[in-house]
């Protein structure tokens, strides 16, 4: 299946960024993502990536990337119920740290694990 990419992560854009769609936003947090994700799966499109389970296992983490697929389906309304879920159970995250708030090795390594848990990730999509 082809997918989508929407991340904050400039280490995934440029991994990914000759093979597939890939919207990057520097400097938007989580929440910021989940609401461009939504307006994405308000489209037509599918959630591929799980975006709350790495987050809670990688809370500090400021970067995050999300796939969603790249084709739209008629709607059932089971993604908009996902993905509203989604956004309030981020939500109930403590709040998280900012960019500046960590050195720029620590910045690196998160961006390694978020393009790590993508790339495993979609490993088990169907193509």
């Known amino acids: 299946m082809d997918f989508i990419i929407i991340t904050n992560n400039n280490k995934v ?7 597939n769609d890939v919207f990057y936003f520097q400097k938007k947090d989580f929440l910021d993502l989940l609401e461009i994700v939504k307006e994405e ?14 987050n809670l296992e990688n809370s500090e983490n400021p ?5 969603v697929s790249k084709d739209t389906f008629i709607d059932d309304g089971v993604q908009k119920k996902l993905i509203d879920g ?3 159970i981020a939500k ?7 960019f500046s708030e960590f050195s720029e090795n620590t910045l690196e390594e998160f961006r390694f694990i978020d393009l790590n848990l993508l790339t495993d990730g979609t490993k088990s999509f169907s193509y």
């Open 86 to 88: 989604v956004i309030s």
């Open 41 to 54: 799966i308000y489209k037509g499109h599918k959630l591929l990536s799980d975006p709350i389970m790495y």
């Open 63 to 67: 970067y995050k990337s999300i796939a």
């Open 92 to 98: 109930k995250i403590p709040n998280r740290k900012n």
């Open 13 to 19: 854009y440029n991994f990914y960024k000759e093979t």
